[in-house]
């Protein structure tokens, strides 16, 4: 599987778009990008996932660049509640066992 | 969306004894069941995959005989730490999946062995 490389903490001020970035240079053409977070003492939460098109569900959108060697999961208006650690994961199929990095500690601030 | 139980939350028991997790998924049928743990302030670490009616695979270095696994249908995983001891305390968490879809995980069990 690709290694995903994301920054190590953010913080995003309340009511503004969350833009959380990854990069996953070793791609292969079949794999997906997967968003979960995990908010503390709580299971992760799956958040979206996209091949090579933009996606956007209820929940957030994820932008994928035209090479796939990154990608940015955008909340668009950050809430207390959104304050989690968001891992990037990059896999053939969600089915599969997922391996977790150590992600990208989301701080949102009032 | 998808929603995957997990019983009980928390466990405090006395080192020698066996503890038993269930996962569940609510509202479809997975045909494969993932367990993971995670220490404090690291990330998840997958402990085993498990299919519907067949046995467990597990990851280097977790004992088999320790942690036993059962998958007996398409809706229920079950996780049994046997004989735990304090370096067994952590927070174990399970998931769910079916081809081609996302996981989804429960809320995890905090086993805390004293």
């Known amino acids: 599987d690709a290694k995903t490389t994301q920054p190590t903490s953010m913080d995003c001020a309340e009511g503004r778009a969350a833009n959380l970035p990854c990069n996953h240079s070793?791609?292969?053409?079949?794999?997906?990008v997967y968003w979960y977070r995990q908010i503390h003492s709580q299971g992760p939460q799956y958040i979206i996932h996209?091949?090579?098109n933009n996606e956007t569900n209820e929940m957030a959108s994820l932008i994928i660049t035209e090479d796939r060697k990154s990608s940015t999961l955008i909340l668009p208006h950050a809430t207390l509640r959104d304050t989690a650690v968001y891992y990037c994961?990059?896999?053939?199929?969600?089915?599969?066992?997922?391996?977790f990095g150590t992600g990208t500690r989301l701080t949102v601030i009032p | 969306g998808a929603v995957v139980s997990q019983h009980p939350s928390r466990v405090i028991c006395k080192s020698g004894t066996s503890v038993k997790i269930e996962c569940r998924s609510l509202?479809?049928?997975?045909?494969?069941m993932f367990w993971y743990r995670q220490f404090p302030k690291q990330s998840l670490m997958l402990m085993a995959t498990?299919?519907?009616?067949?046995?467990?695979?597990?990851e280097q270095g977790v004992e088999k005989d320790k942690f036993l696994i059962n998958h007996a249908s398409l809706t229920l995983s079950t996780l049994t730490v046997t004989s735990a001891h304090p370096e067994d305390s952590s927070f174990y968490i399970c998931?769910?999946?079916?081809?081609?879809?996302?996981?989804?995980f429960g809320d995890g069990t905090r086993l805390s062995i004293l």
């Open positions: 996209g091949l090579k």
């Open positions: 498990s299919n519907e009616g067949s046995k467990a695979t597990y």
């Open positions: 509202d479809f049928q997975a045909t494969t």
């Open positions: 070793t791609i292969s053409g079949n794999e997906y």
């Open positions: 994961i990059v896999r053939v199929s969600g089915a599969n066992n997922l391996f």
């Open positions: 998931s769910a999946s079916r081809e081609f879809q996302p996981q989804h």
